[in-house]
């Protein structure tokens, strides 16, 4: 091998794609892993997270959504079409899950988000996927995987996100961020995977049509999950062995000593 440089004597060494994805993740916050989902399977994606907002949105109203700041967001479509569990089973997601939490994560939270022309949406503030946590950790907490439904372009605002701030507690200047702020483009198919700590935001869309993306985040089973996953998976029929721990039914709050002893057998196997 060339020598790149002199005086180091210990260097990381990438034999694949995905060691390098590791390694971007690891050291600035984010890495973008090409064409995940193919082409031909992401017009069903949209279309199926479009009809389950449509409902979302009947249900509560869309001046509600509005009031409390939650409009444009599908909110857990696993519930609502079990193709979405298929989904948070991806495989390059559980392998980089794996890689970072270890053999025992869950998911927390399978959200969409249309961010529609010249509209602020509300991920447009600066935030970190696990909020109000001003803290650093050797080790990641959560991932994320963001699925780009529609190519993420500087036109429509991609993501924008401020590179190793996985590793600030606290939120930089304003000053620091305007010079070091990164908007990721990627395109439709394409997923940018993260640290769950780092800092981004959802880019402003200046283009004329929506920009569609939907996201998942693995985490550490000590930490809440969004929704009640092993409930919805299990009425879905689609709780077997593999989507269990992922559920997180093993990792919940038991009512009593019974429910606990049960999770115990459940999770043996008994």
Not at 210 to 225: A, L
Not at 237 to 263: C, F, I, K
Request: hydrophobic fraction near 35%.
């Amino acid at each position: 091998m060339t020598n790149l440089s002199y005086g180091l004597t210990e260097a990381s060494e990438c034999s694949s794609d995905l060691d390098i994805y590791l390694e971007e993740i690891s050291l600035q916050g984010y890495t973008v892993i090409k064409s995940v989902f193919s082409i031909q399977k992401l017009p069903v994606i949209r279309e199926k997270i479009y009809t389950i907002y449509r409902q979302q949105e009947l249900k509560i109203g869309r001046e509600a959504l509005m009031k409390i700041g939650d409009e444009n967001i599908c909110r857990c479509p696993m519930a609502y079409d079990r193709d979405f569990v298929e989904y948070a089973t991806n495989n390059i997601f559980m392998t980089i899950s794996e890689y970072f939490l270890g053999n025992y994560f869950i998911l927390s939270v399978q959200n969409a988000n249309i961010s529609k022309p010249n509209l602020k949406h509300v991920q447009a503030a600066w935030h970190r996927d696990l909020p109000y946590q001003n803290f650093t950790t050797s080790k990641p907490l959560a991932i994320n995987f963001l699925v780009a439904i529609d190519d993420f372009t500087v036109d429509n605002g991609g993501v924008v996100v401020l590179p190793f701030s996985h590793k600030m507690e606290a939120m930089p200047s304003k000053e620091y961020i305007e010079r070091h702020a990164k908007i990721i483009t990627a395109k439709a198919g394409d997923v940018i995977s993260f640290d769950s700590m780092l800092i981004h935001r959802a880019g402003v869309n200046r283009s004329a049509s929506d920009r569609c993306s939907f996201n998942h985040m693995y985490t550490r089973p000590f930490i809440k999950q969004q929704y009640d996953y092993a409930r919805l998976m299990k009425e879905m029929g689609t709780l077997d062995q593999s989507a269990y721990q992922l559920s997180g039914a093993s990792s919940r709050t038991a009512h009593d000593d019974v429910d606990w002893r049960e999770v115990r057998k459940e999770k043996m196997g008994l």
